[in-house]
């Protein structure tokens, strides 16, 4: 799989696959959720992404990355919600 947003390869670690199974995100709303999916930046290597999904139940679904030499999610997490800023 490759990111274009991101320019990079991807690789979905063994946890972040398992989580997929759980949580019922295929890998087409995966490659979805990188390409068009809301930005937030821990830091200049880490961050996530997260996206609504037109009839899911579950609230926006996100992922954790990194920006290696290629692009590693870390874990799938549904039920999100954004923490308030400030």
């Keep these: ?3 274009q947003r991101f320019g ?3 690789h979905i670690t063994r946890h972040a696959r398992e989580r997929m199974v759980q949580r ?3 890998d087409a709303e995966l490659a979805k959720l ?3 999916g809301e930005l937030r930046h821990k830091d200049e290597q880490r961050l996530w992404v997260a996206k609504a999904f037109k009839g899911r139940c ?6 954790a990355v990194t920006l290696e030499d290629r692009l590693v999610v870390k ?3 549904h ?3 954004w923490e308030v800023e400030g």
Excluded: A, Q
């Design 75 to 77: 874990t799938v997490m």
């Design 24 to 26: 019922r995100v295929s």
């Design 34 to 36: 990188m390409e068009t």
């Design 79 to 81: 039920h999100f919600s």
């Design 58 to 63: 579950d609230n926006l679904i996100c992922i």
């Design 8 to 10: 990079l390869d991807v």
């Design 1 to 3: 799989m490759h990111c």
